[in-house]
């Protein structure tokens, strides 16, 4: 350990005392020698930070922007990680932003250059942002094109040798293949009907060899929420399966964006009961020397698995803005559900019998019942009125149930919070009217540090923003952004709000701008940003990116928000207006408003930078939201 610290600990010395002194020695002379701006924000979040690591509490670090505080946190994270000889996990918002920490222009770049560390950070993606080998052979024999060809052709030699691997190497990260757009990778990628277990490829896939490298990181793991909290929720499953959980022992967790944690906690406890799955499963166990009887229930099952799709199909409704539609739960419904819950269960009962006889492998069967008992559980659960959200999807054919707690604080508390060890929310939003209970007791966290420090830039002297009224839907205000970009010369990020927005202004933008316009889809999202960062008059569209785009300098001075961002009308978002007596002023102001502010503050990055945003608002807009808008903005806003 001592050879991997940058600073001597005797063993009489306090490791934390020897730690604060090299904070202190970084942040008054190295690091202002080198460039970096000395903020005093910066330093009593540094000096805070040791204390939730000294004690192992959690923290709610809220600081605004140009507070510098990741570096503040990847400090204490990696030397915190040394110190314990386990690494630190570094959880962002979500899959689109984890690039964003290790890009060549980012702070652990800059750090290890500065301190002339040699720090070993590696990214723990989920599995969609990986190749499937067996969904690729099945593309290719539909798809002759060169895109899915290149592919193929580029896979390692180890992949279609026989025998033992003599060596190999990573490969099927969706970084690999930047110039896909999402949907062709939607063609080749990991998706949640690929049965892995049973797999020919298992040891061979990308996926897999990914895992064992990011497990054996030394300093930082990089993941999303969803992918730390699908962790959680999967460790003791996976060790019964005589699996590893995916991530390692870990020192500490770094929450970056800490308030979106709430929604991926409950999408990780989420049911999800996918027709298509059911059926596989069910097919491939008809292939077995099975009773008769077993096989009768199995067609019976997936005979009442497809009415009750077919029915749930017949009471659904989708929301404009987004995929989830909303059931309606009737009696047909309610009908359909309680006759496969019932035939489910026989089978189950069924397949104890055949796992006495020993007919059937007893890995697959153990797959099979454990699925059938989370679906029979889920389906228990649609039958209640359990205090949770449901919804329906229906994606090219795939029809799926979806079954999410409303409520996640008791099952954080017992999986997350009992560890004894640093878990630190780093937001430049984490309070409500300077208070962090609200946060705090939806995660069922119940004792906390916690600070604020503002932002140190001078939002007056260097950002202008503009609230022009519109009475005539998209095309009007995307004439309005036709100029405003002709006017900044490229320069800009859109922000939208969904994918019909993002349809319509690629329709015209493409038509009418002569700057490099890159848009979120067209390809993996890192490597837009990293050209929309370097070709400094380019233009970049995002429905993903109003949280953690950090672009300094003049590549953007100028960001556009095509419409306010209030949240979709989808079962989630409904669920949780239901649960309050005033949903517009405690559900959907409050998220508008926080996002907005996260959006706006995309603009100013560093000391140097100046420049415009602009939020696109509509004619008929209630003046009280209007007075709210203002009154969370950095500087003082012209209506026109």
């Keep these: 350990m001592q050879n991997r610290m940058p600073f001597i600990v005797s063993k009489t010395d306090s490791f934390y005392d020897k730690l604060g002194d090299w904070i202190g020695d970084l942040f008054y002379d190295i690091l202002p020698e080198a460039g970096f701006e000395l903020r005093d924000e910066q330093i009593f979040m540094a000096f805070q930070l040791e204390k939730a690591f000294k004690d ?17 946190y990847l400090l204490y994270a990696i030397m915190y990680a040394r110190y314990m ?21 980012g702070d652990i770049a800059k750090l290890e250059k500065v301190l002339s560390l040699n720090i070993d950070v590696r990214l723990a993606k989920s599995r969609d942002q990986y190749l499937c080998l067996k969904k690729l052979d099945q593309v290719r024999n539909s798809d002759f094109s060169d895109e899915i060809s290149t592919i193929y052709q580029q896979l390692p030699d180890f992949v279609h040798a026989a025998g033992s691997m003599q060596s190999f190497e990573k490969y099927g990260d969706r970084r690999d293949y930047s110039a896909l757009s999402d949907e062709l990778w939607g063609q080749v990628n990991w998706d949640p009907l690929q049965d892995c277990f049973s797999c020919e490829k298992r040891h061979r896939c990308g996926l897999t060899l990914h895992r064992d490298f990011y497990r054996h990181s030394t300093d930082l793991i990089i993941c999303s929420h969803d992918f730390y909290m699908e962790h959680i929720w999967t460790k003791e499953s996976r060790k019964r399966e005589g699996q590893l959980p995916l991530l390692p022992e870990h020192s500490s967790v770094v929450f970056d964006e800490g308030h979106l944690l709430e ?10 009961f996918t027709e298509y799955t059911l059926e596989k499963l069910l097919t491939r166990l008809m292939e077995n020397e099975v009773r008769e009887k077993t096989l009768f229930t199995v067609e019976e099952a997936l005979l009442d698995s497809e009415a009750f799709f077919d029915t749930i199909s017949q009471f659904s409704s989708l929301s404009q803005g987004t995929e989830k539609q909303v059931i309606t739960k009737h009696p047909l419904v309610m009908k359909a559900c309680r006759k496969l819950h019932y035939t489910l269960q026989v089978l189950e009962e069924e397949l104890v019998f055949e796992g006495e006889l020993y007919v059937i492998n007893e890995y697959e069967l153990k797959i099979v019942e454990e699925y059938l008992e989370q679906i029979t559980y889920s389906l228990s659960l649609f039958l209640q009125e359990l205090n949770g959200i449901t919804w329906f999807e229906q994606d090219k054919g795939e029809r799926t149930l979806v079954i999410m707690p409303k409520m996640v604080e008791e099952v954080m508390r017992e999986e997350v919070f009992s560890q004894k060890k640093p878990f630190i929310f780093s937001s430049a939003t984490l309070s ?37 009224r519109f009475s005539n839907g998209i095309s009007e205000k995307i004439n ?6 002709n006017k900044s010369e490229g320069r800009a990020l859109i922000l939208l709000n969904s994918k019909e927005e993002l349809a319509e202004i690629k329709k015209r933008l493409s038509e009418e701008i002569s700057y490099p316009i890159y848009f979120e889809g067209d390809a993996e999202i890192s490597t837009l940003v990293s050209k929309f960062q370097n070709e400094e ?11 953690g785009l950090d672009i300094p300098g003049r590549s953007l001075e100028n960001v556009l928000i095509v ?10 978002f409904t669920a949780k207006r239901n649960g309050t007596d005033n949903p517009f002023l405690d559900v959907d102001l409050p998220y ?49």
């Design 263 to 272: 929604y991926a906690a409950q999408k990780a406890l989420s049911y999800r």
């Design 537 to 547: 008059q380019a233009i970049l569209c995002s429905i993903h990116l109003w949280e």
């Design 480 to 485: 309005y952004l036709v100029k405003m970009i």
């Design 85 to 105: 000889n386990r690494p630190a996990v570094i959880a962002c918002a979500d899959e689109t932003l984890i690039e964003q920490l290790v890009k060549k222009e």
């Design 56 to 72: 192992k509490k959690v923290m709610f670090a809220e600081a605004g922007v140009g507070t510098g505080k990741t570096i503040v």
């Design 432 to 468: 409500n009217q300077k208070s962090f209970d609200y946060i705090a007791n939806s995660l069922g966290v119940k004792e906390y540090l916690s600070f604020s420090v503002a932002s140190p830039f001078e939002y007056d002297e260097k950002m202008e923003v503009h609230l022009p």
């Design 592 to 640: 508008m408003l926080l996002r907005l502010r996260q959006g706006v503050g995309r603009l100013i990055r560093s000391e140097k930078d100046k420049g415009t945003v602009h939020i696109l608002i509509n004619e008929e807009i209630n003046p009280d939201v209007l007075q709210k808008i203002k009154e969370v903005l950095p500087t003082q806003a012209l209506e026109h």
């Design 563 to 572: 419409s306010l961002p209030f949240p979709p009308n989808d079962p989630v």
